[in-house]
């Protein structure tokens, strides 16, 4: 048995916030951390690496899975599926690693359902509306209309920032960092997450 | 208004874990952080401080407040009442201030019920039983009957661990104290305490 239970992550924010960049060096720093992997029906991109980015699986075979309640979460987007398959995440949690989920308000709201426990659910927030519409501004040249639909899409997945457990305003990368880290430290700390303390008080009290 | 909501920390353990040592360092570290004063109907001490080791209060003063539901919790040991009013915690938490509360199970079990809110319930444990009767011995000469009195209490004390929200098992002290820190700013960066939240939110999405 693992001496402790991994930790399911989940980082949302609107894009522009600055999630893409704490992930990396959150999984830079620890080695028993990992990101979710998704499964998806859609086509492999240029550039993926199947099992890494994506498990790649048929339309068919996602069907099956879903029928199987093999999810935590999923999402139809389009005409393609996505969703997290829920085996490899056990696994993972059982044997102390922790795992970043890479999702939105919808997924977060799937994942409490699913396992609500195990959550770490955490919101980055920037500082302000002027440098919100400068990120994602500066992201290319788009239209007005591009910007305006962007800036609609960051208000709606900001208005359900009080779903979560942390809410970090990324305005100093290095200040966001030290409360992330402390985040995973002091939930590592959890009671119920130590999963040896139960055979070591044992011993405290009984004896040897 | 507060940036913050304070929080309520609860530092439990059996003598001899270490925990009055823990309590003094991050009460130096932090200024926005004090202990709750008690009140109780004993009489002061030599070199105790009125208002600061306690409030002393006579019994009829005592049981008006108890009438008053005026204790977040109270207990009578022997003659002596004890308690912890509830005033002045609340216009500390409002304040942004944290306060630690030093006291056993019985008192975490009567805080969670009266505002488990605010409440951080951290439980100190020995690193090993060897460890635990060493600091209860070498703290004065007593007889083998009671030093396996105090074990008898330590044990009764630490069978009440799984009711805390943290353990922390003090082997190495800047070790512990690197936990507690952890702890300490990961709750304040919970959503639910972060009061100004709202209304940035609301600028965010809004508008100025």
Known sequence: MSKRRGLMIVLSSPSGAGKTTLTRKLLAENDDMQMSVSATTRKPRTGETPGKDYVFVSTAQFEEMLA?????????????????????????LAEGKDIIFDIDWQG?????????????????LPPSKVELERRLKSRAQDSAETIAKRMSKSAGEISH?????YVI???????????IRAIVTAERAKRKRQLWLGPFVNDLVQGR
Chains 1, 2 share one sequence.
Do not use: H, R
Request: aromatic residues 14%.
């Open 169 to 179: 305003v990324n305005d100093d990368l290095s200040e966001s960092m030290d409360s």
């Open 108 to 124: 977060a709201q799937q994942l409490t359902q699913a396992a609500a426990d195990d959550l770490v659910k955490i919101f980055i």
């Open 68 to 92: 199987d309640n093999a999810f935590l979460e999923y999402a139809k987007v389009f005409d393609n599926y996505y969703g997290t398959p829920a085996q490899p995440v056990q696994d993972a």
């Open 161 to 165: 920032w009080a779903e979560y457990d």
